[in-house]
């Protein structure tokens, strides 16, 4: 038992296991940068025919908080934790003052050197010195060999940190038309869209959709920038990201004899308008920026470039169909004493709101990061061994480097 316990940890921890979960991860993270992230379930569908419904069953719109993701993660945690776990051990032997590395006698040996010049230079440097036998042993930042172990634990938080903050994060979409604003009344600040643009691929599909914001804290600053997809914007602990768009249309309905406008707003695709005095219902079927026809001569909307729009109307009455129409912007219904029409319309963008409780932990993983490749590649332990009119030089890094620096010093005090 204990036997089939030891072979499970060792293949868990191995370097193999590492990799091929860092291939998995890996090809989450590009999936999650090339392929736009938090759209409608319709964006996938439509514009990926052959793969939406894969994309979908594998939560890959919304790749880093997928449950697979967030178990590869977790995963790789575990392997990390047990490689680090199994070789701390022999770090921490190598932190006693007992410990002294094998020297090699075919390299890094100078020959010829004083005593009192080898014993001046570890005192200059430092080095904790220990003589016995007519031998001087000495060693230096001997700490510097749990870099990597220090390094293994803030790659840990990082990850663990981005677990946690996909299961405990909070998200809202918030839907915009250009010159609206949301309030965000816990952090203080209000979010206006100055602007919302569309760039398009030469066979019609959206390339990338760009919102301008400005953001106006309470105390009086401001501050604008734009997000597109993959690309956020992050105030006060909260993320936006660019999640999808569509378009909002404006009725106008006008009674024929005097001329007054009765009603003038938008309204969505698929949204109807119920206009009381005539018990008539206004279904805007759908709005096509580029018309086609497709089979049943039925509307299809061929792209979201506004080359040649059109809007497809129903109207009711008393709950029964009298019409439908296909109508140019500013083309007119008339119907009984009035004359309805769809003036223009505005693009709307969908942002995905997203309060993530991850970030002190991201943060802190960093800064562990950054401590432990400092100590591996700064700090790393170096070893002299005098014996005899010869000096031995041992180090974990840079091995050539300090034998050089070490043979120039005790050669000038010689």
């Known amino acids: 038992m204990k036997k089939r316990t030891s072979k499970i940890i060792r293949f868990a921890s191995s370097l193999k296991v590492a990799i091929a979960l860092l291939i998995l991860i890996a090809a989450y993270i590009v999936i999650g940068t090339l392929l736009p992230q938090h759209s409608a379930q319709s964006f996938y569908l439509e514009r990926y025919t052959k793969t939406g419904p894969l994309i979908l069953a594998l939560s890959l719109d919304k790749a880093y908080s997928s449950p697979l993701f967030v178990t590869l993660l977790i995963l790789f945690s575990v392997n990390l934790t047990l490689c680090t776990i199994t070789t701390l051990k022999g770090q921490m032997r190598q932190l006693k003052a007992s410990f002294f590395p094998a020297v090699s006698k075919s390299e890094f040996v100078i020959e010829g050197v004083d005593e009192a010049a080898a014993l001046s230079y570890c005192k200059q440097k430092r080095f904790k010195i220990e003589q016995q036998d007519g031998e001087i042993r000495a060693g230096k930042m001997r700490y510097g060999v749990l870099g990597a172990?220090?390094?293994?634990?803030?790659?840990?938080?990082?990850?663990?940190?981005?677990a946690i903050g996909t299961m405990s994060s909070s998200e809202e979409m918030v839907t915009l038309l250009p010159g609206n604003q949301h309030r965000f009344e816990d952090q203080g600040f209000t979010l206006t869209l100055d602007d919302f643009s569309m760039t398009f691929e030469e066979s019609g599909a959206v390339k990338q959709y760009i919102s301008s914001v400005t953001v106006f804290d309470d105390d009086g600053t401001r501050r604008s920038d734009k997000l597109w997809v993959n690309k956020p914007f992050h105030h006060k602990g909260l993320g936006f990201y660019q999640a999808n768009f569509g378009w909002t249309s404006n009725l106008r309905i006008t009674e024929s004899e005097r001329g007054n406008v009765v009603v003038d707003g938008l309204m969505r695709s698929g949204g109807s308008y119920f206009y009381q005095p005539n018990h008539l219902t206004i279904h805007l079927y759908g709005y096509y920026p580029e018309?086609?026809?497709?089979?049943?001569?039925?509307?299809?909307?061929?792209?979201?470039?506004?080359?040649?729009?059109?809007?497809?109307?129903?109207?009711?009455?008393?709950?029964?169909?009298?019409?439908?129409?296909?109508?140019?912007?500013?083309?007119?219904?008339?119907?009984?004493?009035?004359?309805?029409?769809?003036?223009?319309?505005?693009a709307y963008t969908g942002l995905l709101?997203?309060?993530?409780?991850?970030?002190?932990?991201?943060?802190?993983?960093?800064?562990?990061?950054?401590?432990?490749?400092?100590?591996?590649?700064?700090?790393?332990?170096?070893?002299?061994?005098?014996?005899?009119?010869?000096?031995?030089?041992?180090?974990?890094?840079?091995?050539?480097?300090?034998?050089?620096?070490?043979?120039?010093?005790?050669?000038?005090?010689?």
């Open 291 to 346: 018309l086609g026809i497709g089979h049943g001569d039925q509307p299809v909307k061929m792209s979201d470039r506004e080359i040649d729009p059109y809007y497809a109307v129903i109207l009711y009455e008393f709950g029964e169909p009298v019409g439908s129409y296909i109508l140019a912007p500013n083309q007119h219904i008339h119907y009984e004493d009035l004359e309805i029409s769809f003036t223009h319309s505005v």
């Open 149 to 162: 172990a220090i390094t293994h634990v803030g790659i840990i938080i990082l990850f663990l940190g981005g």
């Open 353 to 414: 709101v997203r309060k993530d409780l991850s970030y002190p932990i991201v943060l802190l993983s960093f800064i562990i990061m950054i401590a432990g490749l400092f100590a591996s590649f700064y700090l790393y332990p170096r070893f002299l061994l005098y014996k005899e009119g010869t000096l031995y030089t041992s180090s974990r890094r840079n091995g050539w480097v300090f034998h050089q620096s070490v043979k120039s010093a005790v050669k000038r005090k010689d």
